[in-house]
């Protein structure tokens, strides 16, 4: 491609460079707040349609969770439902937290009533026994009525027993120190009833207490494995289990950390036999005596997971309570479509319920919280950029607090008095400016990358400019110092033609062969002057073309310094040019009249800067492939920041503007292009003060040159 070709094409891509970056930037401008406008509409769109899809959802898992209860209470004829049912129901139905059936009549039937003793078939001793042993026609009439008899006897018996232990320490505060005689007959009164099945429980428990007043512990626990064994299955007349309260008796006889714990840990299990409130009530006094912060760290978190399983059944209770209060409402305002309302008790709550074709009502009841769970379990239809973008419950239309609201959606008439909203935290980022940042950050890095594409534009664009104003202003000068470049030799030839011709040597041929010589000198120096003009011409035009032959590089090399010492560059005495030939066999396929001529150009920059009386040194060398020829001077060097500026065209360094330097700015731009045409490299290694080497590097011939190829060269 030519130069000014390329010169063209550059000043068109600078052009391009600023233009399209420019209209870019105005596009850019022009949608940018359009796009954002219409990505913030969209966004609001989705995150109301994924309100609006959560709710859907939660509406389906309540009506699945309505159809589930009232399976239950047709599959379960047992009343209240067993505790295992009811927990696989939540299992699979998390907002069926607290089930109920309420019969035509308006009685309520509740899965939560008693969920300890559900399956427990109660034995009660005491009036019970009394009464049976009142028909005992098997027995005969006559025994039956001694059997009555002894029983009230018994009772009597008892009743006189318990005054004189509360006789013992009356008036005491806290310890007392009993009458070892009074003490007798209140042990051998109980001990008298023990054996009986009636009077057994209370005698062993009163045994029991005298021995904790005697500080007897073991013989209290030998009491209380007592009547656990002999009564266990079997309850008081309030429906406490003989179990629990020898338990209890055992453990706060023990005095030990570990027996509350454990005794702690069964009742959260409920695996006793007694009314649920009767058990919650023991579990509470067990809880007053665990000294909680001195236990172990092992132990301390025992009793954190049995406290959660028991305040688990307090809320069971306190909920079943709760029902019983609904049961006249919910009958009243239950129709056949499902309907939801809050409780009466705890507005936190809320109903869902609905009338059976036999007139009975189902329903449940659960907590906002098991709503929001059930509603965060859905997976967001929308592409969620701040990760605490959540499902909550709006109620009655109070505001949230400490949270920012993207989108709500109403229940519809299921639940009408809570609205699901779509929020996150006001210490996070609002997703809506999360997008918006994000396409800021895409059109910045676009709006960026333009107006660097558009700097860098402008930047060519001037340096261009400059480069064209420098450029001009080289030519300027190069044909201010070619035309004086020409003037010299031609002056120098029209003088000593004129002298051979008005014979001024006056017939001294001696005289006459310099003038001659002078005059072929002169030319081949005009003649080199005008080769590297016409050179550069060709170059520029891009049409140059090489006439390769393979030679000899010692020669071509030699061939140049006979040249150079031609020109009067290198007469005898004025320049010291040494030449070093490393491998005289080197050949390289070369335009030998090229390589001449760059050798020229290169020898004559080392006289004119280095000066006739520094020495040059020529060294012709083989690398692997390659062949290497290097003129090395001893001037004053070629500083770095010259270095890459002494190869363009026209350019000459300021130094030799103020040395007087003579020259057009050709001779290396030439050297670089043609050795560079010609397959090769040019390298200047120089600083200042310790002169220069320019090496012409060129790829060494793969074959010897044979003989003929020589001729030919020749």
Do not use: W
């Not at 030998?592 to 060294?619: E, F, H, T, W």
């Amino acid at each position: 491609m030519a130069r000014g070709a390329r010169r063209f094409a550059f000043g068109l891509l600078s052009l391009g460079a600023v233009l399209v970056p420019a209209a870019g930037l105005a596009y850019l401008g022009a949608v940018s707040y359009r796009a954002d406008r219409g990505v913030v509409a969209a966004q609001l769109e989705a995150n109301q349609g994924a309100a609006q899809a959560v709710a859907n959802d939660v509406d389906r898992r309540l009506r699945a969770a309505l159809d589930a209860v009232a399976d239950l209470f047709d599959d379960v004829d047992a009343q209240p439902v067993p505790l295992s049912a009811v927990r696989l129901l939540q299992q699979v139905h998390p907002l069926a937290q607290h089930p109920f059936r309420v019969s035509p009549d308006g009685r309520l039937r509740s899965a939560l009533a008693d969920p300890v003793a559900a399956d427990t078939d109660f034995v009660a001793l005491g009036p019970e026994l009394i009464a049976g042993a009142r028909s005992c026609p098997e027995r005969g009439f006559a025994a039956c009525v001694r059997a009555v008899r002894a029983a009230r006897r018994r009772q009597r018996q008892l009743e006189a027993a318990r005054r004189l232990e509360l006789a013992l320490c009356r008036g005491a505060s806290t310890d007392c120190e009993p009458d070892a005689r009074a003490l007798t007959d209140v042990r051998r009164a109980y001990q008298s009833l023990a054996g009986a099945d009636d009077t057994g429980p209370a005698a062993l428990l009163g045994l029991a207490r005298l021995d904790l007043m005697v500080a007897d512990g073991e013989a209290a626990r030998a009491r209380f494995a007592t009547l656990r064994e002999r009564f266990e299955g079997r309850v008081d007349s309030e429906g406490i289990g003989y179990e629990l309260i020898a338990d209890v008796g055992a453990a706060e006889a023990a005095g030990d950390a570990s027996a509350l714990v454990g005794l702690y840990a069964r009742l959260g299990e409920g695996v006793y036999r007694a009314p649920a409130r009767a058990e919650m009530a023991i579990a509470r006094r067990v809880e007053q005596r665990l000294d909680v912060p001195a236990l172990e760290p092992e132990l301390r978190l025992d009793v954190e997971r049995i406290r959660e399983r028991i305040d688990d059944r307090r809320q069971r209770l306190r909920a079943a309570a709760d029902l019983a209060l609904e049961t006249e409402s919910v009958l009243r305002g239950a129709a056949d479509d499902p309907r939801g309302r809050p409780a009466l008790r705890d507005p936190g709550k809320t109903l869902v319920y609905r009338r059976r074709p036999d007139g009975s009502v189902v329903g449940f009841a659960f907590d906002d919280r098991a709503l929001e769970q059930v509603a965060g379990a859905v997976e967001l239809p929308i592409d969620n950029p701040v990760a605490t973008t959540r499902a909550v419950i709006e109620r009655d239309g109070r505001p949230l607090q400490g949270v920012r609201t993207l989108a709500s959606a109403s229940f519809g008439t299921l639940l009408p008095h809570l609205n699901l909203a779509l929020v996150n935290d006001l210490s996070r980022p609002d997703p809506l400016d999360v997008i918006v940042a994000e396409r800021g950050r895409r059109h910045l890095l676009l709006t960026g990358g333009l107006a660097t594409l558009l700097l860098l534009g402008l930047v060519a664009t001037i340096r261009s400019a400059a480069r064209e104003r420098e450029l001009a202003r080289l030519k300027s000068d190069f044909v201010s110092t070619v035309s004086h470049e020409l003037k010299t030799p031609l002056t120098s030839i029209r003088m000593f033609a004129e002298m051979l011709r008005e014979g001024v040597s006056g017939g001294d041929q001696e005289r006459e062969a310099r003038y001659q010589a002078i005059i072929v000198r002169e030319s081949e120096r005009l003649g080199l002057l005008i080769a590297n003009v016409l050179d550069y011409s060709q170059v520029e035009r891009g049409v140059v073309r090489y006439e390769r032959r393979l030679e000899e590089v010692a020669d071509v090399v030699r061939d140049a310094l006979e040249t150079f010492g031609r020109l009067g560059e290198g007469e005898a005495g004025e320049v010291d040019v040494a030449l070093e030939v490393d491998d005289p066999t080197a050949h390289f396929d070369v335009d030998r009249a090229v390589v001449v001529q760059c050798l020229l150009n290169v020898l004559s920059n080392a006289v004119k800067y280095a000066g006739r009386d520094k020495p040059i040194r020529i060294r012709v060398r083989r690398k692997g492939a390659r062949v290497d020829i290097s003129v090395s001077d001893s001037g004053p060097g070629i500083p770095r920041r010259e270095q890459a500026r002494v190869f363009r065209e026209f350019y000459r360094a300021p130094e030799a503007y103020a040395a007087g330097v003579e020259g057009t700015g050709l001779g290396l731009a030439l050297v670089k292009r043609h050795v560079e045409g010609l397959g090769g490299r040019v390298a200047l290694d120089s600083s200042a003060g310790r002169g220069a080497t320019f090496t012409l590097s060129f790829p060494a011939a793969e074959q010897p040159v044979t003989e003929s190829e020589r001729g030919r060269a020749a």
